[in-house]
DNA sequence: CCGGATCCGTAACGATACTG
DNA sequence: CAGTATCGTTACGGATCCGG
């Protein structure tokens, strides 16, 4: 039949969010692409353990219900690319509160270490405590390149956006460092100090921001 | 195995949020408990569609999460029932939030009239919306009546809620009407005088709440 | 009758192979 | 690189059964 198998049928504003995005791995293509477009490849690996058919599904339903969109990057690339449309956006933060939910009970390190752990993943969670602390952070671009993984910070008009990838601009500050010393730093374990860190740019202005820009809790 | 299976494996927060939420009817399971606590078989009634089965296993998870507990009733009725923990009450905003995203999407009526259609999920989003909204609603316990539903709205100290049955108090307002007209008056497209609903109590401060207890956008 | 547990057919998912 | 096709496995849906 034409109706989607497997909604829920019902006229609730929650089960109809379901009905859209409550499938396995549809949330999770949306924090990916949350992070900036990302062409097909790039989402089949930072979700590690999706089929590409199943992605491919997913991209169509979403694209369907006007939350993702095709993208076209800019000419040097010129590849097709998936992004958040402008009802996605909206989601954003939606998302970011699920992530500080479920954060806190993530179990420790150490207790679990078959988790695959990713920089970026935690660096929305901090983004999201950030955008929620009253003390408002440093304007300006921050960049990060922490192990492999490279992503930068743009706060302005108390609005900020995390993406990944290298910074467009010059950044006013980046960091580079590994990733368990990146770790350390957020969480307040490590000072920037000691962190053998190599640092370019403003340095009392990276300060600030690490100092909201933190894990949460 | 002792892991649970189909989990994704990520240390991220969103990730592992859904590791505990994100299968099918978990979400929908604490919108009902959101309304105050529930047995099993109401439980069963609201979601109409999950078996028994599913329904036992998906509050054993939860209550191994911490998210839902069982809850003793009040001794006339002394049967256990199931409610939500502290965890599960941090949620309410976020069930709200997409709850609202979901809202605006919903087909018309005349496009979809198989969803099926209960008045207290739609109470569900418009207490969502008057909780966001700038303008503050009265204060006071308001009764609802609508076809064969029963839900009451409590607002006091700026914060409200939103419960399954009739008032355990007086009401400061009642109203009571067939659940067309509930949607009639909930949308603006009918007035309340001439709804022919049948009210008790202070028709003012109804009048008042309605203002912001009413179907977004 | 209420609160579940058991069983089985079907739909969704996971892995891999394949094509333009 | 960006998807499509195929197929074995897992989860869900519906019914039935069982104990208090």
């Not at 706060?155 to 460092?177: H, N, Y």
């Amino acid at each position: 039949m034409a109706t989607r198998p497997r909604t829920y049928g019902q006229r609730c504003g929650l089960a109809f969010s379901l009905d859209l995005l409550g499938e396995r791995w549809t949330l999770l293509i949306l924090r990916e692409l949350d992070r900036g477009p990302k062409r097909f490849g790039d989402l089949l690996e930072g979700l590690d353990g999706i089929g590409s058919n199943l992605l491919s599904a997913r991209l169509k339903s979403l694209q369907e219900a006007e939350v993702v969109e095709q993208v076209i990057l800019p000419p040097p690339v010129s590849s097709p690319a998936y992004g958040l449309a402008e009802r996605g956006l909206k989601l954003q933060p939606i998302l970011e509160d699920l992530a500080l939910w479920g954060f806190e009970l993530i179990p420790d390190l150490d207790q679990s270490p078959e988790l695959t752990t990713k920089a970026t993943w935690a660096a929305m969670s901090m983004k999201a405590a950030m955008d929620r602390n009253p003390t408002s952070p440093p304007e300006g671009i921050f960049g990060f390149e922490v192990g492999a993984e490279n992503f930068w910070l743009r706060v302005s008009d108390g609005e900020s956006i995390l993406r990944d990838g290298p910074p467009p601009f010059e950044p006013d500050a980046a960091i580079r460092l590994s990733g368990e010393r990146f770790f350390g730093v957020a969480s307040g374990r490590l000072a920037l100090a000691d962190s053998q860190a190599e640092i370019r740019g403003d340095l009392p202005r990276l300060e600030a921001l690490l100092c909201t820009f933190r894990l949460p809790e």
